[in-house]
Nanobody, 118 residues
Framework: QVQLVESGGGLVQPGGSLRLSCAASGSIVSVIVMGWYRQVPGKERELVATVTGTGTTNYADSFKGRFTVSRDNAKNTVYLQMNSLKLEDTGVYLC????????????WGHGTQVTVSS
């Protein structure tokens, strides 16, 4: 099995910054894609950003230019640097990974709360 453990959420004022981290552990052969989604009550889970093992990134338009996704392949860890945070960035940020073990499956973390408030 694979576990994803997030850290780094919290309360921040508009215009501030936060950095999220997510480490994957378990019987991992390779982590194909890692990234972040956001969940807001009453809305569907939405893509924030993903990054492949070769460093190819993909961002939702809402976060381009403000958020940066990166990963440390040696540590199976993905990061999300969030700058210029807005009130509407508030939500639960969930780590996501496509991991090869004996099979290839999608995994989700439990999420970390990010609250942007003045």
């Amino acid at each position: 099995q694979v576990q994803l453990v997030e850290s780094g959420g919290g309360l921040v004022q508009p215009g501030g910054s936060l950095r999220l981290s997510c480490a994957a552990s378990g019987s991992i052969v390779s982590v194909i894609v890692m990234g972040w989604y956001r969940q807001v009550p009453g809305k569907e889970r939405e893509l924030v950003a993903t990054v492949t093992g070769t460093g190819t990134t993909n961002y939702a338009d809402s976060f381009k230019g403000r958020f940066t996704v990166s990963r440390d392949n040696a540590k199976n860890t993905v990061y999300l640097q969030m700058n210029s945070l807005k009130l509407e960035d508030t939500g639960v940020y969930l780590c996501y990974a496509v991991v090869q073990t004996r099979t290839t499956q999608k995994y989700w973390g439990h999420g970390t709360q990010v609250t942007v408030s003045s």
